[in-house]
Each structure stands twice: as structure tokens, then as C-alpha cells.
């Protein structure tokens, strides 16, 4: 038996998450699934939950919103509650709202207040490009130029950043910065703590993207005193495609009054007066914009179930496991084919949840591996992105995954495909 099949064996036999993976339904064509973060799978549970809640919709009609185990009304906050221990936040400074755009739109317009000189954004060239668009309009509401008055740290690889070029951007002009947790093409992780007492000793404010890491990397918010984050809640926390998205802002900017108003950011207590005066939450739950999605909510509250009852750390554990056994496969892959490189950073805590390899033919192998069961991301125009979750990934899926693609390498059966992207990717 190989040594890396023997390891998969072992890990397998002592993983406490294997109780999981049953809880999962996977597609009949691909029952190798490592596009985690893109799109999780859906679980039982989260299937439960939509179902639970469209009958309450078939029992109640209007008075769900206040009725049934349940009430719509209050949805938001059930969910924040259990999405706050995730990220090392109190539940009042999160809300669960949204999509991850909006948010981020959001959270800009309530906290760039630009004054004098300073009234510049820093992000980075590798930030996913929904956030540049908010920031790049952000500032044209403002008067600004985004040529000018948006700041991109480069890359001296094309695939990570160095947290002291970041810190070095920090200059006097900036007035608000949004970098990733985990960028979403390589997977490195970033050191927030680090970042947010370099911003702050500056005066700036600062937020984060957690879209690829919320759900396999904890955090600790609260204690970091970041300004802000968002993230959206499909991929490793698995909520079904467009599930709500959600939104962090520290406790110290509470009272203030949000950028763009929407009733259900009302106080509960105050949003049926019906009156035009706006009166605020006093929490997180302010920055909420029109009534909520419940359906798009509903598999969220199955989902968050389970990580309540694992714990992050737990989870963490076994997703630095599984993509350190990822690392070390695809290093052996390398030695066969020496186009085959992986980049995302070695050590464990600059490190995301999801292996990040670049090969000329990058596009033609994922075609090929998901001919053979194997489903992975494709990122033009060289990446291959394989994302394994604690919750449902085996160990054995990335032996098998290994095999598969040691075949493709050493026999070019990828050369059958064009290299080109489908629609999606």
C-alpha cells in the first residue's frame, strides 16, 4: 500500500468528523467534491430547515412572522446568534442579512467619511472583484476618482501578499482599507490582528472579507478590534446557492446611523409604528436593509446547527489536516510534472482552507477530473483550486483525487479538452 494511501486509511479511521459526512447529499456524477468554496453541499439539515420553515409559511401565512418555532420576524438575530461564536464576535455586532456586495456597500458607505487628505482606499490587486466595484463606486459617490483615490498593494508573485507592503500603503491619505482573510485565489490567510493595530495606530479604518474563510479558519473579531467584515454564508458553511449573506461592525460604532437606511434595520420595538423617522436598532441588526429572504436563510439555520456542535476548533484541525495531505500529494505530483505548482503558503497560519496549484493547462484538467468524479475550481487563467471541507470530505476523496490526477498528468488525457473555461468556472 502507498504511504500517502496508508495515511488517508489512518486519518480516515481517527477522524470524529466521519460522522458527518452522511449528513450530506452528493452529485450522482461527482461524488468527489472539492469545490467547497464556491458552493457547499447541502446537508439534510439545511433541507430540513427550508422545509420547516415553508410549512410554517403553509400553517401561519402572515402570522409566521411572529408564530411557529421559528418567528421571521426575529430570524436574523436567531442566526447571528449562532454565527456570532464563528468568528469571535458578540452577537450584537453581527447581523445576518443580505448578500456579501450589498454588505460591503453597506459597511463603506457608513464608515468612509473622507476629510481633508484623507480620503483614500487601500485594498490589494488580488481582492475578489465584487469588492473593487463596491469600493471603485463608493468613491465615485463621493466625488472621488478611483484611478487616483484607490490604492492596490502589488504582489510580488501574482499570488500572495507580504502583511509588511500592506502595512507600508499606510499612509497619511488613506482614510478606510478592505483586504480578504483568505485570498480566495492562492488561500493564503492574512494576519488580521496584525493588519488592524498597523491600521489603527494610523488612524485608519479598517475591514475584512471573510468569504473564504468563514467556516474553516476562526476568528476572533471582537478582541482584534477590526471595524468591519463581511462574508456570504454558500460555501464552507453551506447554505445553498444566494443564501444570506451576513455583516460583523465593532461595538464601538453602535448608535451611529447606518450609510443606507432600510426598515428592518429598525428598532423592533418601533418598525410597525410606520412613522418616517427612522429609529435605529442600537446594535448590528441597524445595518439591515428590506425585509429578509426567509427561504434563502431557512438551510442556513440547519447548517449552523452542526458547526454549534463541533466547535471551530475542531473544525480548523481537521481543515489544516486535510490540506496539508492535499500539499503534500500535489508536491509529489510535482516531481512528475514540474508545471504542476502548488502555491499557497506552507505554513499553517498563513494558510486558508483550500490547496491552490497553477499549471498551463490548468482549464483542460479540471474539464478532464470532472469526467473521472473529481470536481475542483477552475480560475483563469492558470489556477486550480481544491477546497475539501472538515464536515464532508474524506481523506480517501484526496487519495483517489491524487490518483486521478497523477493518471491525467502522466498520460495528457486533459489534452482531449480545449483549454478554455466554461461559463462558470
Known amino acids: 500500500m502507498n504511504l500517502l ?14 460522522q458527518y459526512r452522511d449528513e450530506f447529499y452528493y452529485p450522482a456524477s461527482s461524488p468527489i467534491y472539492l469545490d467547497g468554496n464556491s458552493l457547499g453541499l447541502m446537508s439534510k439539515r439545511a433541507e430540513s430547515s427550508l422545509i420547516k420553515s415553508m410549512n410554517d409559511w403553509k400553517t401561519f401565512a402572515i402570522d409566521g412572522w411572529t408564530e411557529g418555532t421559528d418567528p421571521w420576524l426575529y430570524y436574523s438575530e436567531t442566526l447571528s446568534k449562532l454565527t456570532a461564536p464563528l468568528i469571535g464576535a458578540r452577537e450584537s455586532e453581527v447581523t445576518v442579512t443580505g448578500s456579501i456586495t450589498t454588505n460591503l456597500h453597506q ?3 457608513s464608515l468612509y467619511q473622507p476629510k481633508g487628505k484623507r480620503k483614500k482606499i487601500l485594498t490589494d490587486e488580488l481582492a475578489f472583484p465584487t469588492d473593487v466595484y463596491v469600493l471603485e463606486s463608493q468613491l465615485i459617490l463621493h466625488g472621488e476618482d478611483p484611478m487616483e483615490s484607490l490604492i492596490k498593494v502589488k504582489s510580488t508573485d501574482g499570488h500572495t501578499l507580504n502583511e509588511e507592503d500592506i502595512i507600508d500603503q499606510m499612509n497619511d491619505d488613506v482614510c478606510l482599507i478592505l483586504l480578504p482573510t483568505v485570498f480566495y485565489r492562492s488561500g493564503q490567510l492574512l494576519n488580521i490582528n496584525k493588519l488592524t493595530k498597523a491600521a489603527h495606530d494610523r488612524g485608519i479604518i479598517i475591514g475584512f472579507d471573510l468569504a473564504h474563510s468563514i467556516g474553516v479558519v476562526p476568528h476572533d473579531l471582537n478582541h482584534s478590534e477590526c471595524d468591519f467584515a463581511v462574508w456570504c454564508t454558500y460555501k464552507y458553511l453551506n447554505s445553498g446557492p444566494g443564501g444570506v449573506a451576513g455583516l460583523f461592525i465593532h461595538e464601538r460604532h453602535h448608535g451611529r446611523v447606518p450609510g443606507l437606511t432600510g426598515w428592518f434595520g429598525s428598532d423592533k420595538t418601533k418598525q410597525f409604528d410606520m412613522a418616517h423617522t427612522f429609529t435605529p436598532a442600537n446594535n448590528a441588526s441597524a445595518y ?6 426567509i427561504f434563502s436563510m431557512a438551510p442556513l439555520l440547519g447548517s449552523l446547527e452542526m458547526f454549534e456542535e463541533i466547535g471551530m476548533k475542531c473544525v480548523r484541525e481537521k481543515s489544516l489536516t486535510l490540506t ?11 516531481k512528475l510534472d514540474n508545471k504542476f505548482i502548488v502555491i499557497t503558503p506552507y505554513e499553517d497560519v498563513r494558510r486558508g482552507g483550500h490547496i491552490a496549484v497553477t499549471h498551463p493547462d490548468a482549464a483542460r484538467i479540471c474539464k478532464d477530473l ?4 473529481v470536481i475542483p475550481d477552475y480560475r483563469a487563467p492558470n489556477v486550480i483550486r481544491f477546497a475539501p471541507s472538515p464536515l464532508y470530505s474524506s481523506y480517501d476523496d484526496l487519495w483517489q483525487t491524487y490518483m486521478i490526477l497523477k493518471n491525467i498528468l502522466e498520460n495528457k488525457t486533459f489534452e ?5 473555461r466554461n461559463i462558470i468556472a
Open 370 to 373: 470532472k469526467t473521472k468524479g
Open 288 to 293: 439591515q436593509l428590506g425585509t429578509p429572504h
Open 416 to 420: 482531449r479538452f480545449s483549454n478554455e
Open 5 to 18: 494511501q496508508k495515511k488517508a486509511s489512518k486519518l480516515d479511521n481517527d477522524d470524529f468528523l466521519s
Open 324 to 334: 496539508s495531505y492535499l500539499r503534500e500529494a500535489f508536491e509529489d505530483l510535482n
Open 107 to 109: 459597511l463603506v458607505a
